[in-house]
């Protein structure tokens, strides 16, 4: 039988590596168009042009001759810099561009000082609302602080003092410290509530005679809005000041401090010019300030009246007393804690040494 299988193909034998090695060769060129010529000129041997060049570069010297050029990058550096004709340097050849020439022109002397002039008044200058800030701050200060003490007297905890204290004066007309704490806090809660007249004028003592005349309730009356009048601004001018304490705070060092210590200096000035205008005649200082807030003759009762029994003379004498004394203790000590010493206005040790050199001079 005939075995008509293909025969396998004969398989390749394996062909050795090729040789790697290196450390015998020679630092001859491969071809000898590669070598450099002391003419210029191409070996013989090899042959006589590049694959892509007709020969090597030559580059035109300041005198005309052609000279090869080098191949290497350092060859050629050096060549650039021997054509270079003596003495003169030339423009680097990478160099950085220069700045435009309108970039170089220097303005006028006079346009320079004027500027720097603007540009110093300008660092120097404080923004204005700051500044307003702390106006706004030390003129509502001194009226705070007189609502704040007004409204410590129209309390029954001051007519309670004032009923119990000695040496002040009983009621010739038959009210008792105990009638008189009764019927005089509903007077001092009428200011501060919300309520009508009929609040008093339905008031009624032991004999259940009406406690307060009508001309006496009306006059109340006038005194009520007078007092809630001053408490709302209070409240205000105090919101006000939040916001410009909060505002000076966050934008200008130091601002509270200064507007503080601005306010109880004028608050200061104020409460003393008061205070030497009751002393120096209390009778004209009460009559004049009734005439700013009420209408002439709405004010003046006779002793027997409910409210001369409750408030004479000389409580408004004491009330007077206690609100300047509060204001200006208040004021004293803002005085003293808002003093502008070097510490609080943050100066360094030199400008302390210079603030400290023009206080001597």
């Avoid at 003495?87 to 220069?98: C, D, K, T, W």
């Amino acid at each position: 039988m005939n075995d008509n299988s293909p025969t396998p193909a004969k398989r390749k034998e394996p062909q050795p590596d090729p040789l790697l090695d290196t450390s015998a060769d020679s630092d001859e060129p491969a071809f000898s168009w590669m070598s450099d010529s002391p003419s210029g000129s191409p070996d013989k041997t090899g042959p006589s042009k590049r694959p892509d060049s007709t020969g090597p570069s030559k580059s035109t010297g300041s005198n005309g001759e052609t000279s090869p050029q080098p191949e290497s990058r350092a060859g050629r550096k050096a060549a650039e810099a021997a054509v270079e004709p003596a003495g003169e340097e030339g423009p680097p050849l990478f160099s950085e561009p220069l700045p435009t020439s309108a970039l170089q022109v220097r303005p006028p002397q006079e346009e320079v000082e004027r500027r720097n002039a603007e540009r110093e008044s300008a660092a120097k200058a404080k923004p204005l609302t700051p500044r307003v800030m702390q106006v706004l701050l030390a003129i509502m200060y001194p009226v705070i602080l007189l609502v704040l003490g007004v409204r410590a007297v129209t309390s029954p905890l001051f007519l309670w003092i004032e009923y119990n204290r000695p040496g002040f004066p009983g009621d010739g007309y038959g009210f008792s410290t105990d009638d008189r704490m009764t019927y005089g806090s509903y007077a001092v809660d009428y200011l501060s509530n919300w309520s009508g007249p009929r609040y008093l004028g339905e008031l009624v003592n032991r004999s259940g005679d009406e406690l307060f005349k009508g001309s006496e309730v009306s006059h109340m009356a006038d005194v009520k809005l007078v007092i809630l009048s001053a408490f709302g601004a209070g409240a205000l001018l105090i919101l006000v000041s939040i916001i410009a304490i909060a505002y000076l705070r966050r934008r200008s060092n130091g601002g509270v401090r200064r507007g503080l210590f601005a306010g109880s200096i004028l608050t200061l000035v104020i409460i003393l010019g008061l205070g030497a205008l009751a002393v120096l005649g209390w009778q004209q200082f009460f009559t004049e300030f009734h005439r700013i807030f009420f209408a002439s003759g709405t004010w003046t009762f006779a002793l027997e009246d409910t409210l001369i029994r409750l408030f004479p003379g000389q409580f408004w004498i004491d009330a007077g007393i206690v609100i300047a004394a509060l204001v200006l203790l208040v004021a004293l000590a803002t005085l003293v804690l808002t003093w502008p010493t070097r510490r609080r206005r943050g100066l360094t040790d030199d400008e302390q040494e210079a603030s400290a050199k023009v206080e001597a001079v």
